[in-house]
């Protein structure tokens, strides 16, 4: 009884670990998701955070210790999933702000940063998936339909659309913030 105890304090040393280690990447991927919305950002990530501990170690009959192989990866999978099915419900009345609260700024450029930020905030869930996957979290196409469930074809497709969204909605806006 006291080996099983310690195996299971060992497991919960090691997820607290791993929380404490990509909790930060893993917000700041759920702000670029939400469009800057930091207080449905935390809530994804503490959502995604609670759904990784309930399958941290998988239990069965046949190996009651299965380990989780990618731990990184699967954080960023449901952190996504997560994202996409809060935006599916309805139930929610929550509104983001449209502007994003002072903050201090770490990139040279937070003009650019903050017109990034409001422009994806502007697209679809989906395309704002497609996008901070692709270009923010550097995945490739297969890695990214993946995690949307969704075949390579259209995620290229689904890509392309949404450069283009983006680009329509900043404009000329962007280059004059980027030759600053």
């Not at 903050?103 to 017109?115: K, N, V």
């Not at 395309?127 to 075949?151: F, G, H, K, N």
């Amino acid at each position: 009884m006291a080996r099983a105890s310690a195996a299971g304090t060992a497991g919960e040393d090691d997820f607290l670990e791993f929380a404490v280690v990509r909790t930060g990447h893993l917000f700041r991927t759920a702000c670029l998701l939400t469009g800057g919305d930091t207080h449905l950002a935390e809530d994804l990530v503490q959502e995604a955070l609670g759904r990784i501990y309930a399958q941290w170690y998988r239990t069965s009959w046949f190996a009651p210790r299965a380990r989780i192989e990618n731990p990184a990866g699967y954080a960023h999978t449901v952190l996504v999933r997560a994202f996409l099915s809060h935006r599916r419900r309805r139930s929610t009345s929550e509104q983001p702000v449209r502007e994003i609260p002072d903050a201090a700024a770490r990139e040279a450029d937070p003009a650019l940063r903050l017109a990034l930020v409001e422009a994806l905030g502007r697209l679809s869930p989906r395309d704002r998936a497609v996008l901070v996957l692709r270009y923010w979290e550097d995945r490739s196409v297969e890695e990214t339909a993946e995690v949307l469930r969704s075949s390579s074809g259209a995620v290229r497709t689904q890509t392309v659309r949404a450069l283009g969204r983006i680009r329509a909605l900043l404009g000329d806006g962007l280059a004059e913030l980027a030759d600053r």
